[in-house]
């Protein structure tokens, strides 16, 4: 991009690059950035804020962003101060005390409610792990099912120290499935990028 004044509207990661840096950012919609129901939605939202201010010059060369909307507390200080570590120390220690990812080894189990609650019932749980669930998943896709064919999930937690026995526990239990041929259907994510 040539290096004079211009007024430069870009999407998410099409940023163009200016040789000298742009004078000002303005980053919209803060709010929207960080309001998902995602495990992830902190950290997604910093790394693009980072990436966008990382084209602005210098503040001391007159460089500056302005982060635009009510955005969530922890990734705003954390673009403020320029922190990206900071936050991901904060995010693991909240991560510990909850039991959710990466501090704990997940195992999603979801798909009709009679082979998932089968499957899980064969699960010979580690020291340490945990089921929650199975729940009704929401969505679109099962909203219209009636409710005897409507999906559920059931979450399966364990420390990291036993994350390999969860796995091939799981494993087990889904080729145990398979070779008796068990009606249903169960789709199996570990440690599956979201959760909600």
Known sequence: ???RPALVV???GA???CASGYHVAALLDAAISTSRPSLQVGEQALHRWLSAASLVRPA???GVVVLVGDAAPGPTQALV???PAGFAARELVERRELGLPPAVRV???TGSRDAVEAVVARIDLPDGAEVLGPVAVDGPA???LSPLAQEVRAVVRAPLAVADALSRAVKVSMATRSARREGGTVRVQIDPVELL
């Open 15 to 17: 940023e163009p690059r």
């Open 107 to 109: 195992a999603a189990l």
């Open 10 to 12: 870009a999407t998410i």
């Open 142 to 144: 099962t909203m219209e």
């Open 60 to 62: 001391s060369d007159g």
């Open 81 to 83: 101060r320029w922190d």
């Open 1 to 3: 991009m040539p290096d």
